[in-house]
């Protein structure tokens, strides 16, 4: 059965403390791995797609990395503005997304 | 662009009564869109994939009969909750992708049924 497991499942920052958050997956034949913030009561806002291990991508304080197992999402130097549920997901075939629980962020002034 | 937009944003309904939720995909056009149900600090899971023109795929232990999902056209699915129950409160999410790729898949708001 194809999982997405995040880690860890809440973490606490303060402004300007860097971090990364932790996404392992265990599918049958990745077709992307999808990062999305989501916001109290809002739907998912997409951020990154990656598709091969090594492949690397950025925006802004932002950068998503992917390994054979793994992605990473890196924060630096996080605002409060960057407050929110990270949540990753695969996609296994069809268009269908697995969902990860989701990692929520709390950055404090 | 790749717009999603989803209406109600809330809505309250009475226990057995139905409830209709839309998801429209504003400046593309979507043949398949996807309902999904997240709890409380819980994640997003696949309800349904909405195929236009045809019967929706629903996944395993999503009851068709009480989640109807209608896709009529290009850009709208409306997702049915029939005779709501309380337990079926819950935020429910609807998606539309142009191939996913580097544009992902585009969500709508969400709708926030409770059922009293």
């Known amino acids: 059965e194809d999982q997405v497991t995040q880690s860890p499942e809440a973490l606490r920052l303060q402004e300007g403390e860097s971090s990364s958050l932790n996404c392992s997956y265990t599918v049958s034949g990745l077709r992307g791995l999808f990062w999305y913030r989501q916001d109290p009561g809002k739907g998912p806002e997409f951020l990154f797609t990656?598709?091969?291990a090594g492949e690397e991508k950025e925006k802004e304080r932002l950068k998503a990395t992917l390994t054979k197992k793994e992605s990473f999402l890196h924060i630096t130097a996080p605002k409060p503005e960057d407050s929110a549920t990270y949540l990753c997901?695969?996609?296994?075939?069809?268009?269908?997304?697995?969902f990860g629980t989701g990692t929520r962020l709390l950055v404090s002034p | 662009g790749a717009v999603v937009s989803q209406h109600p944003s809330r809505v309250i309904c009475k226990s057995g009564t139905s409830v209709k939720i839309e998801c429209r995909s504003l400046d593309f056009q979507a043949t398949t869109m996807f309902w999904y149900r997240q709890f409380p600090k819980q994640s997003l899971m696949l309800m349904a994939t909405?195929?236009?023109?045809?019967?929706?795929?629903?996944e395993q232990g999503v009851e068709k009969d009480k989640f109807l999902i209608n896709h009529a056209s290009l850009t709208l699915s409306t997702l049915t909750v029939t005779s709501a129950h309380p337990e079926d409160s819950s935020f429910y999410i609807c998606?539309?992708?142009?191939?996913?790729?580097?544009?992902?898949?585009?969500f709508g708001s969400g709708t926030r049924l409770t059922v009293v």
């Open positions: 990656l598709y091969s």
């Open positions: 997901a695969s996609n296994t075939g069809f268009q269908k997304l697995v």
């Open positions: 909405s195929n236009e023109g045809s019967k929706a795929t629903y």
């Open positions: 998606s539309a992708g142009r191939g996913g790729g580097d544009y992902g898949y585009t």
